[in-house]
């Protein structure tokens, strides 16, 4: 069974930075897209972003473009969330995920809870 | 952007009852490219079904999935006590951005 390990989250300030990473260590790392989505409390899932396997590509959703920025290091099998100028609406459980080229996400961390509140 | 809408919000079942889930897409999607998770409380969610029918790894058979144009279905033929959780859809395939459903919750009558 893969097992992801997100750590990082906390309590930020609005406009404050934090920086989530995400370890695989079981996990054949560069063989894999990685990705961070986020759960804000009691609503849905929502996709922020994702890295290609050398790291090549990456992509955001528009709420975070240009605030965030994804990284990977595939010979420490992590994966990075840079997470700044945050706001309110940032505050959710935040899940490193896995998945083949565009495939369905196959493998989940269990997530880190990041709060933006002053 | 492809929209994807589940229904209902809320479904009250009982166990051994057979519960049916909807994701309508706003336009067309490949058959290929529908999955659906499933997310028990406080835990993060887990792939139960791509390519709109393909059963993922360990998924017991009482789950199935299916399409009609752009409506998909997840079905479990009898809820079980573990079933009781909240369902996603997700269209994938393309570069991202990846869409989600906003969620059907399987609840205990």
């Known amino acids: 069974e893969v097992k992801l390990v997100e750590s990082g989250g906390g309590l930020v300030k609005p406009g404050g930075s934090l920086r989530l990473s995400c370890v695989a260590p079981?996990?054949?790392?560069?063989?894999?897209?990685m990705n961070w989505l986020r759960q804000a409390p009691g609503k849905g899932l929502e996709w922020v972003s994702s890295i290609s396997r050398a790291g090549s590509y990456m992509y955001y959703t528009d709420s975070v473009e240009g605030r965030f920025t994804i990284s990977r290091d595939n010979v420490k099998k992590s994966l990075y969330l840079q997470m700044n100028s945050l706001r309110a609406e940032d505050t959710a459980v935040y899940y490193c995920?896995?998945?083949?080229?565009?495939?369905?996400?196959?493998?989940w961390g269990q997530g880190t809870l990041v709060t933006v509140s002053s | 952007e492809i929209v994807l809408t589940q229904s209902p919000g809320t479904l009250s079942l009982s166990p051994g009852e057979r519960a049916t889930l909807s994701c309508r897409a706003s336009q067309s999607v490949s058959s290929t490219n529908v999955a659906w998770y499933q997310q028990k409380p406080g835990q993060a969610p887990s792939l139960l079904i791509f390519g709109a029918s393909r059963r993922a790894t360990g998924i017991p058979d009482r789950f199935s999935g299916s399409r009609s144009g752009t409506d998909f279905s997840l079905t479990i033929s009898r809820v079980e006590p573990e079933d009781f959780a909240v369902y996603y859809c997700q269209q994938y395939g393309t570069s991202p951005p990846y869409i989600f459903g906003q969620g059907t919750k399987l609840e205990i009558k």
């Open positions: 079981g996990l054949t790392f560069s063989d894999f897209s």
């Open positions: 995920a896995t998945n083949w080229g565009y495939d369905p996400f196959d493998a």
